[in-house]
């Protein structure tokens, strides 16, 4: 029989996300095949504790943390594997539990797609699912990303970076700041956050102080934006030096825009896929969301969100998802399903690009050999 490979599943981190987290990672627990693989879920509290069990992930939504075992990976290249830290009368005891083949951060947000996560993970010569450190933290920062999408002419929508500092310090300048970029609408968004959260529409300037503060409470950088009147347009990709895109969906919101609410509480907004598109719009779409994709070196896979602008038909890229969500309801998956590519199969796909970015890695020379 083939050896199982040993997959760490993580979720739950130290973000507004941790609760998206823990509905995508239910998603993906539940396609897991347990003949090809042998599945160590470790939860992430929101304060950062690191957690395992046979049923963690249902144990720390339910919040019985007691239950479960303290864990952790150490940065160490020569002990790539998950420990649990046990309590004795003579201190914390770490225990060797399981050598780790792969490792699928099921983490969205702060401390674990921005490249922190993926830092460990190099440090600790582990193969994991997703892009690495630079993939992973440009994708994550809204604002360095659309810097790095104009350097290689990507249409963007016109927009500042603003700082906590700023906002706390001098609100009336911010404001009038971002009154120079645009009209009303204008949308804030914290820098370094997904799934919606933070994000405010704002139609005055009374909207646009609490936005900014609202953002501000999730992140240090806050990014403003003018607001377009423009139809949702995603696309996933996948794979690592030669990534593939899926057709084309749309995303009918049913609020303002797709909010938090609409993707995950209600589940109101509707999903067009493929969306209906002229092919040579279609096909320019999936282009630029596979320069993006490469323009920050990701890898295994990313959802690429567009705007076409209504007025003008204007394709404009609006962000790089590097952990997508992964729910049941999720467009990265679906738009894969529909290619023909089930949601098992593509897990399985996920990890085996994981293998093959690690195999690349390998072939790195760490050593330096002069020659005389």
């Not at 979720?11 to 987290?21: A, C, D, K, L, W």
């Not at 096909?283 to 890898?299: G, N, S, W």
Request: charged fraction near 25%; hydrophobic fraction near 40%; include cysteine.
């Amino acid at each position: 029989m083939e050896k199982k490979l040993r997959l760490a599943v993580l979720f739950g981190g130290r973000s507004g996300e941790h609760e998206v987290s823990l509905i995508s990672a239910r998603s993906v627990l539940d396609v897991l095949d347990p003949g090809k693989y042998e599945i160590f879920q470790v939860g992430i509290t929101h304060e950062g504790a690191w957690l395992t069990g046979q049923n963690a992930r249902d144990l720390l939504e339910k919040g019985n943390e007691q239950e479960l075992t303290p864990c952790t990976i150490l940065p160490d290249a020569s002990k790539s594997s998950l420990y649990v830290l046990r309590m004795t009368d003579h201190g914390t005891i770490m225990e060797h539990l399981t050598d780790i083949d792969v490792v699928f951060p099921v983490l969205h947000g702060t401390f674990g797609e921005d490249g922190t996560m993926q830092g460990l993970l190099e440090l600790a010569d582990l193969a994991y699912v997703g892009a690495g450190v630079t993939g992973s933290s440009v994708g994550m920062d809204k604002g360095i990303f659309k810097d790095v999408m104009r350097a290689n002419n990507i249409p963007v929508i016109e927009s500042i970076i603003v700082l906590r500092s700023e906002i706390e310090k001098d609100m009336e300048s911010i404001l009038r700041r971002a009154e120079t970029l645009a009209g009303y609408p204008l949308f804030v968004k914290p820098a370094n956050l997904g799934s919606s959260v933070g994000i405010s529409k704002c139609n005055n300037r009374s909207d646009l102080a609490e936005g900014l503060l609202e953002a501000a409470a999730y992140d240090r950088r806050v990014l403003i934006e003018r607001g377009v009147d423009a139809r949702e347009i995603e696309v996933s990709v996948l794979g690592n030096d030669a990534p593939e895109a899926s057709a084309p969906g749309e995303i009918l919101p049913s609020r303002e825009f797709y909010s938090y609410e609409s993707k995950y509480v209600d589940g109101t907004s509707g999903l067009l896929i493929p969306a209906p598109l002229p092919d040579e719009t279609a096909e320019e779409i999936r282009r630029m969301a596979v320069t993006a994709y490469k323009a920050i070196d990701c890898a295994g896979m990313a959802r690429v969100d567009f705007f076409l602008e209504k007025a003008t038909g204007k394709v404009m890229l609006n962000e790089v998802n590097t952990i997508p969500g992964f729910t049941s309801i999720s467009m990265y998956p679906k738009l894969w399903e529909a290619s023909g590519m089930s949601y098992t199969q593509l897990v399985d796909r996920l990890i085996a690009l994981a293998l093959e970015r690690k195999a690349a890695r390998d072939h790195t020379e760490r050593r330096f050999r002069r020659t005389l």
